[in-house]
């Protein structure tokens, strides 16, 4: 399994940014994809998950109405694009696969992280 992310990106202030997500080595449309970002000092903060058999997607609360994930099944990769950007949204973002076991979900294969930085 292997997830590989797009390039660094450098943004400023209000506008938006898109990174993707390019999955091999399993059936892509079987399994979820998550969306995650580590912010400096702080921990990793879920934003959501895409299910690319579908598009069917989940938001956190927090990024509703600012983000959307979108899946290309034919190219096996998700995106995540991400609008009114601020410094806040400065972080490392990385897209994850979703498995379950008898506990509930987990995330069992990691992208390497895509560095987002906004500034002016």
């Known amino acids: 399994v292997q997830l590989l992310q797009s390039g660094a990106e450098l943004r400023n202030p209000g506008t938006s940014v898109k990174v993707s997500c390019k999955a091999s080595?399993?059936?892509?449309?079987?399994?979820?994809i998550d969306w995650v970002r580590q912010t400096p000092g702080q921990g990793l903060e879920w934003m959501g998950r895409?299910?690319?058999?579908?598009?069917?997607?989940k938001y956190a609360q927090k990024f509703q109405g600012r983000v959307t994930f979108t899946a290309d099944s034919c190219g096996s990769a998700v995106h995540v694009e991400l609008s009114s950007l601020s410094s806040e949204d400065t972080a490392v973002y990385y897209c994850?696969?979703?498995?379950?076991?008898?506990?509930?979900?987990?995330?069992?294969?990691w992208g390497q992280g895509t560095q987002v930085t906004v500034s002016p």
């Open positions: 080595g399993y059936t892509f449309t079987s399994y979820y």
């Open positions: 895409i299910d690319p058999k579908d598009g069917e997607t």
């Open positions: 994850a696969r979703q498995q379950y076991d008898g506990l509930g979900p987990f995330l069992d294969s």
